[in-house]
């Protein structure tokens, strides 16, 4: 998949951008807070119908504007065009419209944009708490299996519908509590087998991306643990549920499933140095690319790397860019204060590159010979 062009009105600081693409790399240059970021975002949401960063979409709309639009115009393998728009009044539900036509479900739109998003933010796959990682799974999974994305849905809601339950001061009824269960474990189940097959293909591309850019200085591994492993996930989830009515929420289930990962047999939390912890992120998320792009119809994902080199030694950086200058990939947006790092990228690439310069929200081609 290539985004041709992309159209901007008051998303973050972006006030107005018109841009035409090129189908193989894009440069975005500019101070920290210029707008880089945000560019990248845009070309996110209308992958995932809702920014990476802003939980909330009326955070997106630029400070004393009443709406935010992004138009896109996507080229497949095949020829076929996609015009994809999304935009939002303050006050107002969004809209995302593929050819024109509007969604019955958002969730529908998933998987037809494959992306993968690189960016110092993603250090908090290691340092945060698990739901992090059940994130990093579910954007994924979500991009090639609607079955799971369904199951998923219904989960959360019978969870929250028996956290309600659990929380009221009254004994809740017993059947009731019996239903959502039962609704839980399947749903449950369904996330369970394609999470834990997510992980076991994922880890050795992930092993092999590490090891080329580490130059096999360390050994680094990824682990699925979920409650369901523990047996019928309907067991697991009725075990506890007097615990569960004294902290008022629901202890066992998927909803508490976690990836370990580890360098040299120990949490990489614990013992990865800045440079390490940056290396194994980056690999993971390229190791993301590589699944995508074997899984979803034979779609090249897009590679979005928003500030990827810093804090990397220049050896890693060396073996960062000959992994991602590789015929694997195919669209690539990346985002740098300077063009040092871009240089290297470009070398190795050929002619079809285009570099922008991001200034306070506005973005400006730079000619080759600028």
Same mark, same amino acid.
């Given at each position: 998949?290539?985004?041709?062009?992309?159209?901007?009105?008051?998303?973050?600081?972006?006030?107005?951008?018109?841009?035409?693409?090129?189908?193989?790399?894009?440069?975005?240059?500019?101070?920290?807070?210029?707008?880089?970021?945000?560019?990248?975002?845009?070309?996110?949401?209308?992958?995932?119908?809702?920014?990476?960063?802003?939980?909330?979409?009326?955070?997106?709309?630029?400070?004393?504007?009443?709406?935010?639009?992004?138009?896109?115009?996507?080229?497949?393998?095949?020829?076929?065009?996609?015009?994809?728009?999304?935009?939002?009044?303050?006050?107002?539900?969004?809209?995302?419209?593929?050819?024109?036509?509007?969604?019955?479900?958002?969730?529908?739109?998933?998987?037809?944009?494959?992306?993968?998003?690189?960016?110092?933010?993603?250090?908090?796959?290691?340092?945060?708490?698990?739901? &992090?990682?059940?994130?990093?799974? !579910?954007?994924?999974?979500?991009?090639?299996?609607?079955?799971?994305?369904?199951?998923?849905?219904?989960?959360?809601?019978?969870?929250?519908?028996?956290?309600?339950?659990?929380?009221?001061?009254?004994?809740?009824?017993?059947?009731?509590?019996?239903?959502?269960?039962?609704?839980?474990? !399947?749903?449950?189940?369904?996330?369970?087998?394609?999470?834990?097959?997510?992980?076991?293909?994922?880890?050795?591309?992930? +092993?092999?991306?590490?090891?080329?850019?580490?130059?096999?200085?360390? #050994?680094?591994?990824?682990?699925?643990?979920?409650?369901?492993?523990?047996?019928?996930?309907?067991?697991?989830?009725?075990? !506890?549920?007097?615990?569960?009515?004294?902290?008022?929420?629901?202890?066992?289930?998927?909803?508490?499933?976690?990836?370990?990962?580890?360098?040299?047999?120990?949490?990489?939390?614990?013992?990865?140095?800045?440079?390490?912890?940056?290396?194994?992120?980056?690999?993971?998320?390229?190791?993301?690319?590589?699944?995508?792009?074997? #899984?979803?119809?034979?779609?090249?994902?897009?590679?979005?790397?928003?500030?990827?080199?810093?804090?990397?030694?220049?050896?890693?950086?060396? +073996?960062?860019?000959?992994?991602?200058?590789?015929?694997?990939?195919? +669209?690539?947006?990346?985002?740098?204060?300077?063009?040092?790092?871009?240089?290297?990228?470009?070398?190795?690439?050929?002619?079809?590159?285009?570099?922008?310069?991001?200034?306070?929200?506005?973005? #400006? &081609?730079?000619?080759?010979?600028?």
């Amino acid at each position: 998949m290539v985004l041709k062009n992309i159209s901007i009105l008051n998303y973050k600081n972006i006030e107005s951008a018109d841009i035409e693409l090129s189908p193989k790399i894009n440069c975005f240059i500019g101070h920290n807070g210029a707008g880089k970021t945000n560019l990248l975002d845009a070309v996110y949401y209308m992958s995932f119908t809702k920014s990476a960063f802003n939980t909330r979409d009326s955070q997106i709309i630029t400070h004393d504007r009443d709406f935010f639009v992004v138009e896109g115009t996507y080229e497949a393998e095949n020829g076929t065009e996609e015009k994809i728009y999304c935009g939002m009044k303050r006050g107002s539900k969004k809209q995302f419209r593929r050819n024109g036509k509007g969604y019955r479900r958002l969730s529908q739109h998933l998987g037809l944009i494959p992306l993968i998003f690189v960016s110092p933010s993603d250090s908090i796959l290691i340092e945060g708490y698990s739901e &992090e990682r059940r994130r990093l799974m !579910d954007v994924v999974i979500s991009q090639y299996d609607h079955n799971y994305t369904e199951a998923l849905i219904r989960y959360n809601k019978a969870l929250a519908q028996r956290n309600a339950l659990l929380r009221q001061e009254e004994e809740p009824d017993a059947s009731l509590m019996d239903l959502l269960e039962e609704q839980m474990a !399947d749903s449950g189940t369904t996330v369970f087998h394609a999470r834990e097959q997510f992980v076991e293909e994922l880890t050795p591309v992930f +092993q092999e991306i590490f090891s080329t850019i580490s130059r096999d200085r360390e #050994t680094v591994a990824l682990r699925y643990v979920s409650h369901a492993q523990r047996g019928p996930l309907i067991d697991v989830i009725r075990r !506890d549920r007097s615990k569960d009515r004294a902290v008022g929420y629901s202890l066992h289930g998927i909803h508490r499933d976690d990836i370990e990962m580890t360098i040299g047999g120990y949490p990489m939390k614990q013992e990865g140095s800045q440079g390490q912890t940056k290396t194994f992120v980056i690999s993971l998320k390229l190791a993301q690319f590589s699944f995508l792009r074997r #899984t979803v119809s034979n779609t090249t994902p897009l590679l979005l790397l928003d500030d990827i080199f810093d804090k990397l030694d220049a050896d890693r950086v060396e +073996q960062i860019v000959n992994v991602v200058a590789g015929e694997e990939y195919g +669209q690539i947006f990346m985002t740098d204060t300077n063009r040092e790092n871009l240089d290297k990228i470009l070398r190795r690439t050929g002619p079809d590159y285009k570099i922008f310069e991001v200034d306070g929200g506005r973005l #400006t &081609e730079r000619k080759e010979d600028d």
